[in-house]
């Protein structure tokens, strides 16, 4: 679907950050808030938006610090519904975040969090391999999180290091 | 026993009066949890690969000195860029120079074309260094004040009014720092009709050439019949976000360029090489970043215009730099007064516009060169001053009335 200028604008100010409030973005945008309350709607109903989502460092969080692992899969595809029937089967367990369909060596790429180890094994052994198309299963945990989505995590860049007043 | 050390020093350099700026900052960074609009520079860090070039140019060992005018490689990149970006044409060998800044571009023009006594017109508001530089050359600066009425727009009459038979040259800003004021090409073409009638110089300081929200940018210099009377000053500082990083550059005909490179030579040698290096990349591959900046500083140039606006703070649209320039006149206060009264109230740093010339009196600079979260928490501190000076009034025009 192609964009206005406009609307494109507003979603990368949404991109950066959702909070800001429709009125202050449409100051910024040199529009109306009627207009731009129209364009978030619209981005939310053609699933051009398709959350808002906060990126949480739960690393930080004690107590709550999550197993995280990137299991690579490889099916084979059922007859008449290729890949995305397979696909659907997976993604639909609630522990599996992400789920994309890859070239090369293996065919899906998961990445499914848990509380412990072996909430992750058992996922793996009971829930992902018995699955009927499922060849072969290779699980790779992550040990920290650089940066997500674009995020550097951790990074303190936001620090201002200029003088208050300069010419 | 030495003589007062008052004695010993320069009579010129003792009689330059301190920056406002300089002032502002002291008081400023005496007070904790300070909101700034007052910063002259990008929000931005530099780019990564430019920073990255220049830890590789480290990392390779290029730590001598350069040519004096700089890397030829870096003026072909400069004098490519300026021929795409902004259809003028200088010799890469002989009509470019790499500088510390911007600021070390003018200095070294007014060095290079100044007689004792030669006027150089400056139009104010005003950029803070460039009357203090034309005095320390030797020349007159001569303030030529704008107006808000068209949007500190400079107009040929006002140049008329200012030219004497010393007048040299013409110092041109736009954008301009501090009203964000940018001359389309019309505008330009109006000017130069004076500038060649009177046979002036014009220094023309692009340094935000880059940023400009409305219009494509027009070059002085690629004005009809300018080039020739045109000292192109530009750098990396504000449209590459590398102001710390002391690189500008000038280009002009090569008889000036000729006398600036002596003056470069006994004073600097050159600019810093490894940085030159960053300078490089940032030419070649970076647009799609500048742009991206730009692009942040046109939404909030949009947001704190029409909020300083709504708060009752008259303020034009300019359009470029990262600045705005909204009138405090309806408050009676001088912008000095102002500034000081919001910094201590309200924890938000501003600049005075008398930091900027006479005509800046009754104005404030803000910078919108800060995150949109920083900004949104200023105007509500701003608003709340202006209310809490509105009551003030309300109370003194109630006991007056009272009596
Ligand atoms: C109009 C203008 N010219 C020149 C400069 C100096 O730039 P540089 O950092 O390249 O010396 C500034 C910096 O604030 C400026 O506002």
Redesign the interface.
């Known amino acids: 679907m192609r964009l206005s200028g406009e609307e494109l604008?507003v979603l990368?100010?949404l991109e950066e950050?959702h909070r800001?409030p429709v009125q202050?973005i449409a100051?910024?945008?040199?529009s109306s808030v009627e207009d731009v309350s129209a364009i978030i709607k619209k981005l939310e109903d053609e699933k051009i938006i398709v959350s808002y989502p906060a990126l949480i460092d739960w690393s930080k969080v004690a107590g709550e610090e999550n197993i995280v692992a990137m299991i690579d899969v490889k099916v084979t595809p059922k007859r008449g519904v290729g890949f995305d029937e397979v696909a659907e089967r997976i993604y639909r367990f609630p522990e599996v975040t992400s789920l994309y369909l890859m070239s090369g060596a293996y065919d899906l790429s998961i990445t499914i969090e848990g509380k412990t180890m072996s909430e992750i094994a058992r996922f793996v052994s009971e829930k992902l391999s018995t699955i009927d198309n499922v060849i072969s299963t290779t699980t790779h945990f992550m040990l920290k999180k650089y940066k997500h989505d674009g995020v550097i995590f951790g990074e303190n860049?936001?620090r201002?290091r200029?003088?208050?007043?300069?010419? | 026993m030495m003589k007062e050390h008052q004695h010993y020093l320069s009579g010129m350099v003792k009689e330059l009066k301190p920056s406002g700026i300089r002032k502002f900052f002291d008081l400023a960074a005496s007070i904790k949890g300070v909101i700034s609009l007052g910063v002259g520079e990008p929000d931005f860090i530099t780019p990564w690969s430019i920073r990255e070039a220049a830890i590789l140019s480290l990392e390779e060992g290029y730590t001598s000195y350069t040519a004096n005018p700089g890397l030829l490689e870096l003026r072909q990149e400069i004098s490519g860029y300026l021929n795409k970006r902004f259809g003028v044409q200088y010799n890469p060998v002989d009509q470019v120079i790499v500088t510390a800044g911007a600021s070390q571009a003018i200095d070294l023009t007014f060095r290079a074309i100044l007689n004792p006594g030669d006027e150089v017109l400056i139009i104010e508001p005003a950029f803070v260094s460039y009357a203090p530089l034309v005095t320390l050359a030797g020349g007159k600066p001569i303030p030529v004040s704008t107006h808000p009425s068209n949007g500190f727009k400079l107009t040929p009459e006002q140049i008329e009014n200012a030219i004497t038979t010393k007048t040299k040259a013409i110092l041109l800003c736009s954008p301009n720092n501090p009203t964000g004021t940018y001359l389309n090409k019309e505008e330009l073409t109006k000017i130069a009709g004076v500038v060649e009638k009177h046979d002036l110089l014009v220094i023309s300081d692009e340094i935000y050439a880059e940023l400009t929200y409305d219009d494509e940018y027009t070059s002085f210099a690629s004005i009809e019949g300018m080039y020739d009377r045109t000292i192109l000053i530009n750098g990396f500082s504000k449209g590459f976000a590398m102001t710390g990083w002391r690189l500008g550059f000038l280009a002009a005909p090569q008889p000036f360029t000729e006398q600036m490179v002596k003056i470069l030579q006994y004073t600097t040698m050159c600019a810093p090489h490894m940085l030159q290096h960053g300078a490089i990349e940032a030419l070649r591959n970076t647009y799609h970043e500048v742009e991206s900046m730009r692009r942040s500083y046109r939404r909030r140039r949009n947001y704190i215009v029409q909020s300083l606006n709504s708060i009752g703070l008259d303020c034009h649209t300019p359009g470029g730099a990262f600045y705005v320039f909204p009138s405090i006149k309806k408050t009676g206060m001088s912008s000095e007064q102002f500034a000081e009264e919001l910094l201590l109230a309200e924890k938000v740093a501003v600049v005075p516009g008398s930091a900027f010339g006479e005509s800046g009196e009754g104005y404030i600079r803000c910078s919108y060169a800060t995150s949109m979260e920083q900004l949104q928490e200023a105007m509500q501190r701003i608003k709340r001053f202006m209310d809490s000076l509105e009551s003030k009034e309300n109370r003194v025009q109630e006991l007056s009335t009272n009596n």
Do not use: Y
């Open positions: 604008e990368s100010i950050n800001i202050d100051l910024m945008v040199n860049n936001d201002d200029r003088m208050v007043v300069s010419p």
